[in-house]
């Protein structure tokens, strides 16, 4: 049984561009979660997506974006990278309420 | 908000010996706190949780205790190992969230030495 897959794995992009991070979530798991991780800190929530919808949101800007699709698995979009943007993203899916199962994440990094 | 804090940022032990890593949280309706391993390039892994309705909870050598009244939790690894190495991260969310918003602390780097 495959886990929380996510891509890509590590990327490279200059401040300005716009980026798309891919999530397909553990087997039978119809919820998704994104949460960023700077370097050395805890995870912060992003926001959480459940039958295609945004449900949740975090302290980020619109710059952030996601989507949910049919199949459950999701993108996370960031706009006008700026440099602290550089960050782990992680990807984590649920059954519903109740524990959180991670992905290995996407790094990305802003020049 | 929730606001969690965690202590110790490090910890260095000897195998053998017990682990304790301590958070507090801010916001009283929070009853459900997860804590996660986190090994170097990888997600964070579910070890163990514990919801406000009990105040322990076990797991061979792992511990969580919970004082609702404190608004403190705290994990417990005895006999540790050196494949415990890792970083570990207490959090902390609420039923009006479905548990989905996890708060966490700023994370404990544990080190235990041969």
């Known amino acids: 049984d495959a886990g929380v897959t996510q891509s890509p794995t590590h990327l490279i992009k200059t401040r300005g561009q716009q980026v798309t991070l891919r999530c397909s979530p553990k087997s039978g798991h119809d919820t998704v979660s994104w949460y960023q991780q700077a370097l050395g800190q805890g995870p912060q929530f992003i926001f959480q997506y459940y039958e295609e919808e945004e449900r949740q949101r975090g302290n980020f800007p619109d710059r952030f974006s996601g989507h949910q699709f049919p199949n459950y698995s999701s993108e996370l979009n960031v706009n006008a990278l700026l440099l602290g943007d550089s960050a782990l993203y992680l990807c984590?899916?649920?059954?519903?309420?109740?524990?959180?199962?991670f992905g290995e994440g996407s790094r990305l990094t802003v020049l | 908000g929730e606001n969690v804090e965690q202590h110790p940022s490090t910890l260095s032990v000897q195998e053998g010996d017990s682990a304790v890593i301590k958070c507090t949280y801010s916001?009283?309706?929070?009853?459900?706190f997860p804590w996660y391993k986190q090994e170097l390039g990888k997600g964070p892994q579910l070890i163990i949780d514990i919801r406000s309705n009990v105040g322990e909870k076990k797991d061979q050598r792992i511990a969580v205790t919970l004082n609702k009244t404190a608004k403190h939790f705290s994990l417990h690894i005895t006999e540790t190992q050196p494949e415990d190495s890792a970083v570990y991260f207490c959090?902390?969310?609420?039923?009006?969230?479905?548990?989905?918003?996890?708060?966490f602390g700023t994370g404990t780097r544990l080190l235990v030495s041969p």
């Open positions: 959090a902390a969310s609420g039923e009006n969230t479905g548990f989905q918003k996890l708060v």
């Open positions: 984590a899916s649920s059954p519903g309420p109740g524990e959180l199962f």
């Open positions: 916001d009283s309706a929070s009853n459900y």
